[in-house]
């Protein structure tokens, strides 16, 4: 077998010498890691990420941009929103589970304030402005949305509602080339090299170099398929995001999203998972995903979303990505929406980043059992969700589900269905399970001496639920962690 065909620890009395050596190594180069990078510079260490790829970025900067943060940060202050670090935790507990790490999310929402002040501080720009209409991201360069069905049911009735989606400022938006997520990251990057933070690309992480105590001391690479030894003196920080691209991996722990990937990056193999595991590393979450409902949301707040058997069930104004996960999870993948004529000409008309979703609806009709038989669906199902729904939205109501008064209106005819059968898509949530300082943790409970974690390689905040904004957001704050343990870590 050769060197790097195990993910195995790699003893280091194999090591007869080093092709790199830092204080503390990064392995990554997305948000988790330019963080951590930061953070381990502040504290004095000499540091040095290995990336993959040519360049920093990772899926961080190709995404949306969203970092979710609250508890009364200086944007939304600006824009006129009460928030409390104790409403965003109620928040997050409900919608982010069930089996939360409550420790990491208290932390989280104590720390939000500050973590926003420290991503202005890095150079990270957000414009004062907020967008209230439904979307999964705002068209242009709002700074502000809701990106968690905070003011929806039913998290509304739950905890005190506040938009927390902060995007960086994004000029001349390109949505999947230049969006919030690249604006986010250049920043970051640049205060990383200004600091004199060291990089090597086209370097691959494969093994984990441990000594005989069973500490990490530094990382068996290739570059161009040659091996590369880098040693750590204080600490190896893994940022190599999720496993979203390693097929027998979600084939084994996250089965509903296998073979739809989104929102994630071919990089994310699993790679970094692995290695820790391979030295007993504990894993939690292994079957949570954020799944995207692939559709404009300005769509299916006017309409009504049934699944195989012509039902309701979720209300259609929340978050898009809530949606999504109850259509993959629990509706066997099977969605339609039903919107009538003057609602689909109403939601053509609005603004949305997500324009190109804007197709006809496959089937319409001029009644409800017409468009019921074309769907194929049974006789009087559909018709009696229609008929039930239009009862309680002649008086703005909707009982069943409490979607709220503004988007309750009866469905009208002539009318048409959009087949949203399979399309969803998205990436994992589960990895590798740290403390609140980012250390590993041993299947003991122990943590695994010399090495850290961050970013969807990770669990972080997120369990079974998913907010926009959770992934760059307890990436970036649990990187900077990690960093600032490793330093510390002599
Ligand atoms: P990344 O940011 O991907 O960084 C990981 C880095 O590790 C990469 O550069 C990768 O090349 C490198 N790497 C991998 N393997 C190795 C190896 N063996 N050796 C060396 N380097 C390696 N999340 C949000 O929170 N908000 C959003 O609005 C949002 N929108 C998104 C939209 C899109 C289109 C996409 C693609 C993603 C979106 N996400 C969003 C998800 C988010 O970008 C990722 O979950 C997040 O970047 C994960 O952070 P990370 O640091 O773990 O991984």
């Not at 990270?124 to 700074?143: L, M, N, T």
């Not at 595991?277 to 300005?298: C, K, N, R, S, Y």
């Amino acid at each position: 077998m050769t060197e790097t065909a195990s993910v195995r620890p790699l003893p280091v009395s194999e090591v007869s010498s080093w092709d790199f050596e830092a204080d503390v190594v990064v392995i990554g180069y997305g948000i988790a890691g330019v963080c951590a990078a930061i953070e381990a510079r502040n504290a004095g260490a000499d540091v040095l990420v290995l990336e993959r790829t040519g360049g920093w970025g990772g899926a961080a900067a190709m995404s949306g941009g969203f970092v979710y943060l609250g508890g009364g940060t200086a944007l939304q202050q600006a824009l006129g929103f009460e928030d409390t670090a104790e409403e965003m935790e109620k928040f997050l507990l409900a919608a982010l589970g069930p089996g939360v790490d409550k420790a990491k999310i208290h932390d989280y929402c104590q720390g939000s304030v500050e973590h926003f002040d420290w991503l202005v501080a890095q150079g990270v720009p957000f414009k004062e402005e907020f967008w209230g209409e439904p979307g999964y991201e705002p068209p242009a360069d709002q700074g502000l949305m809701y990106s968690g069905g905070e003011n929806a049911a039913p998290f509304n009735a739950i905890a005190v509602p506040a938009p927390r989606g902060h995007l960086a400022w994004t000029r001349d938006k390109k949505l999947g080339e230049k969006g919030g997520g690249y604006m986010l990251m250049e920043p970051l990057a640049q205060r990383a090299e200004k600091l004199g933070v060291r990089h090597e690309y086209d370097v691959r992480l494969r093994r984990l170099v441990v000594d005989e105590a069973g500490r990490v001391v530094g990382v068996a690479a290739t570059r161009y398929g040659k091996p590369v030894h880098v040693r750590a003196a204080r600490g190896v920080v893994l940022a190599t995001g999720s496993f979203a691209y390693n097929h027998e991996m979600v084939e084994r722990y996250a089965p509903k999203i296998l073979g739809r990937p989104a929102a994630t990056v071919e990089e994310h193999d699993g790679i970094g998972i692995r290695v820790a595991q391979a030295l007993g590393a504990e894993l939690a979450h292994m079957d949570a995903t954020e799944v995207a409902l692939i559709v404009d949301p300005q769509l299916v707040a006017r309409g009504i979303l049934v699944n195989g058997r012509g039902q309701r069930f979720i209300t259609e104004d929340t978050y898009a990505g809530r949606m999504g996960q109850a259509v993959l999870q629990d509706q066997q993948n099977q969605a339609y929406l039903i919107i009538d004529e003057v609602a689909l000409e109403e939601a053509l008309e609005t603004e949305s980043a997500m324009s190109f979703l804007r197709t006809p609806p496959k089937w319409v009709a001029e009644t409800v059992a017409e468009l019921e038989t074309e769907m194929g669906l049974p006789e009087q199902t559909l018709q009696a969700t229609i008929e039930l729904y239009n009862r309680h939205a002649a008086e703005g109501k909707d009982p069943l589900l409490h979607k709220k008064p503004e988007w309750v209106k009866p469905i009208g005819t002539p009318l048409g269905a959009y087949d949203l059968r399979g399309y969803t898509g998205g990436f994992t949530l589960g990895g590798l399970r740290t403390d609140l300082d980012s250390r590993v943790l041993h299947v003991s409970g122990e943590p695994i001496p010399g090495l850290y974690a961050a970013g969807r390689v990770t669990s972080g905040i997120c369990a079974g639920g998913y907010a926009s904004g959770c992934s760059l957001g307890d990436g970036s704050f649990f990187g900077r962690r990690a960093g600032v343990s490793a330093a510390a870590d002599k």
